[in-house]
């Protein structure tokens, strides 16, 4: 991202007033939602941050001075450190797509989703009650808090966090920050016997568990319920599961060890020569034998880089990374019914421990770009092009949800989504096929096939509308590329993997 798009976008934290004014939301008679005046009540209301499932264990009245900034942390615990800055977690409430967002949603439903949203991109800042709308910032609003809630998802949030608290919740399962924070001298991990002169120190078994990310990777409405977000869920059925391999083993360590863990189906910790052992910290008296990365790379390569923040680069390169080692493609090319060829192209999701895409499916855009040449240069099929707005063609075959509210008009809005209208993401270890037809001319000798498999965080136009029109290009990343050669019947006569790793 140029310098000039950066400052363009760091201005442009907040958004527009008139139409989010002019969204009305209402409960339909068959969501578990009363209705008490002009509030909406969900089932979790009587949780203390309601909406959202977050709480302060035995209902502590919580401070900013309960909580510690993790420049703090960063004396003794460098390698967490770095890992942790420039990750999402880190910028998760500074992040101006989701402060769009969020003021939207402020706007719109007058305040009742503060708790909700704030509650997984900024837990110290709901738990203190010190997150502040400002409608004068930027052009439309945004949200303000003191820094040690600005840090997003910190140390402290996770390692204060003692219990879950999603036995209380509609659904059962973990999700809208099911999390108990108990901040103060005692930091819970993973560690047995560890000694700290800093802290106290507490093993948790929580937190080698992916019920533990489960409690913010895991989104339900507030009022109609709907799993607007369900990657826990999606995990929790998975072949990775079964083997016990949770987030942290693809999440916490390298790419290149998240590879091996979903090739060999093995935990990080049972790989051999994973190389990631040392010291918990710096001054520790013992090794550990695997010291946990914290980077928390999944495929945004946008908003820490924008941001400026420290480690950004870094991130961004182990997103891409990671985006170019999820997939696999295959394709196959065949005489169909009126002697028209049809081609088939696999895509496989070979390393993701849950769908891909996942969490944000009807905004993250995952699609197959195909062209067909034949030897005299003349192109037989074309699909999912970029145009030059910088969008993808509407004929595309996208892999992903489309998200429509509850009188079935498309929506990316969180709180007004009801339900999903296709359902196209693709399993852990499954695949799906995208199907095209064309003719082969009778004079071709040959003809050339080349794939690609694409990856936008956003589309353009969800871009333009949250942070204004040419704030931002959203940049694309080429996933995966195949290329194949066959002849007039259909034998491959030369084939290229384009793969960039
Ligand atoms: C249960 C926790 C949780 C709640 C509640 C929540 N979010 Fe998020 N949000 C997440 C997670 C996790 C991601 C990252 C998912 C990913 O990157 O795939 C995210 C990502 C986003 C993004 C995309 C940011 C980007 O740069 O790509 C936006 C926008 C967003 N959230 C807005 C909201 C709004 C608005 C609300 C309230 C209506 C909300 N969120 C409530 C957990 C939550
Ligand atoms: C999103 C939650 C989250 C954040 C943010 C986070 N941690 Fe952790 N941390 C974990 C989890 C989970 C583990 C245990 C992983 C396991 O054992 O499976 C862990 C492990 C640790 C350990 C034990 C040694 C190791 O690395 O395995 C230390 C020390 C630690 N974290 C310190 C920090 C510091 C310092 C920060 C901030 C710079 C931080 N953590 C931020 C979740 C988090
Ligand atoms: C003065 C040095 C120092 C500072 C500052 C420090 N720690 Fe630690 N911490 C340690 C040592 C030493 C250990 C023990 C490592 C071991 O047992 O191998 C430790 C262990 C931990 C553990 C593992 C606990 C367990 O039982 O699994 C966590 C989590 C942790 N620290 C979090 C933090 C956080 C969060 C901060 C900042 C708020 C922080 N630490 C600041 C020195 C420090
Ligand atoms: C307190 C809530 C919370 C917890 C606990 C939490 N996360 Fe997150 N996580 C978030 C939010 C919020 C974001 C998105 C920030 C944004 O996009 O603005 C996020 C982003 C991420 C991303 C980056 C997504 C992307 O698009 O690149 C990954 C990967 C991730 N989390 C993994 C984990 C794992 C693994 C754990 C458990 C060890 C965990 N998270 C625990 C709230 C949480
Ligand atoms: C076997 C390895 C593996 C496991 C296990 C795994 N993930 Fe992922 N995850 C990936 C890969 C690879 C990507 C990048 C491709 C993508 O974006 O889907 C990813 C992407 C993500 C993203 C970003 C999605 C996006 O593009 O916006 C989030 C958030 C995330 N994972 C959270 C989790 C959580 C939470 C768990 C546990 C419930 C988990 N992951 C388990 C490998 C894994």
Not at 146 to 161: I, N, Q, R
Not at 324 to 348: C, F, H, P, S, Y
Request: glycine share 8%.
């Amino acid at each position: 991202m140029k310098t000039t798009q950066r400052n363009r976008m760091m201005l442009v934290i907040g958004l527009f007033g008139g139409l989010a004014a002019s969204l009305m939301y209402s409960a339909g008679a068959d969501e578990p939602t009363k209705v008490e005046g002009d509030k909406l009540v969900a089932p979790s209301m009587t949780q203390p941050f309601a909406p959202s499932m977050l709480a302060a264990a035995n209902n502590r009245k919580l401070s900013v001075d309960d909580f510690e900034d993790p420049q703090k942390c960063k004396t003794c615990h460098p390698r967490q450190f770095k890992g942790w800055m420039g990750s999402m977690h880190s910028v998760a409430f500074k992040d101006p797509v989701f402060q769009a967002e969020w003021a939207l949603a402020e706007k719109a439903m007058g305040g009742q989703l503060l708790n909700h949203c704030g509650s997984c991109h900024t837990p110290i800042g709901i738990a203190t009650g010190t997150v502040k709308f400002d409608p004068s910032l930027g052009k439309h609003g945004g949200f303000t808090a003191p820094k040690v809630a600005a840090e997003g998802v910190s140390c402290d949030v996770c390692h204060t966090a003692v219990r879950t608290t999603h036995a209380q919740s509609a659904s059962g399962d973990p999700g809208n920050a099911s999390l108990a924070l108990n901040p103060g001298e005692t930091k819970y991990g993973p560690l047995q016997n560890s000694v700290s002169g800093y802290h106290e120190t507490q093993y948790s078994e929580l937190h080698t568990k992916a019920e533990f990310c489960g409690s913010c990777h895991n989104i339900f409405h507030p009022f109609n319920q709907f799993p607007i977000e369900h990657t826990y869920d999606e995990w929790k059925v998975s072949p990775y599961a079964q083997a016990g391999i949770p987030c942290q083993d693809c999440h916490m360590v390298p790419v290149e060890t998240s590879m091996r863990v979903a090739d060999e189906m093995k935990r990080a910790k049972d790989l051999e020569e994973h190389g990631l052992g040392g010291k918990a910290a710096t001054k520790a008296k013992r090794e550990q034998s695997l010291v946990h990365d914290h980077g928390f790379v999944g495929g945004n390569a946008v908003i820490a880089p924008a941001l400026g923040v420290e480690n950004a680069e870094e991130h961004k390169i182990e997103a891409i990374k990671r985006l170019q080692n999820v997939a696999e493609l295959d394709m196959d090319v065949r005489t169909g019914k009126g002697g028209a060829q049809e081609l088939r192209v696999k895509v496989i999701n070979a390393r993701a421990g849950h769908h891909l895409p996942t969490s944000l499916t009807f905004i993250r855009q995952i699609w197959v770009d195909v062209t067909v040449t034949d030897d005299q240069g003349k192109v037989l099929l074309r699909s999912g092009e970029l145009g030059a707005d910088n969008r993808i063609d509407e004929e595309a075959f996208v892999i992903g949800n489309k998200s429509v509210d509850k009188y079935g008009k498309a929506t990316v809005n969180p709180w007004e989504i009801a339900r999903f209208e296709e359902m196209n993401t693709i399993p852990p270890k499954g695949y799906r096929t995208a199907k095209y037809a064309f003719k082969l001319p009778a004079d071709a000798k040959s003809f050339k096939v080349d794939v690609k498999l694409n990856y936008m965080s956003y589309d353009q136009a969800v871009a333009d509308k949250l942070l204004g029109k040419d704030a931002v290009k959203v940049p694309m990343v080429e996933m995966k590329a195949l290329s194949r050669t066959y002849d007039a019947a259909l034998k491959v006569v030369e084939l290229r993997n384009l793969a960039q790793r």
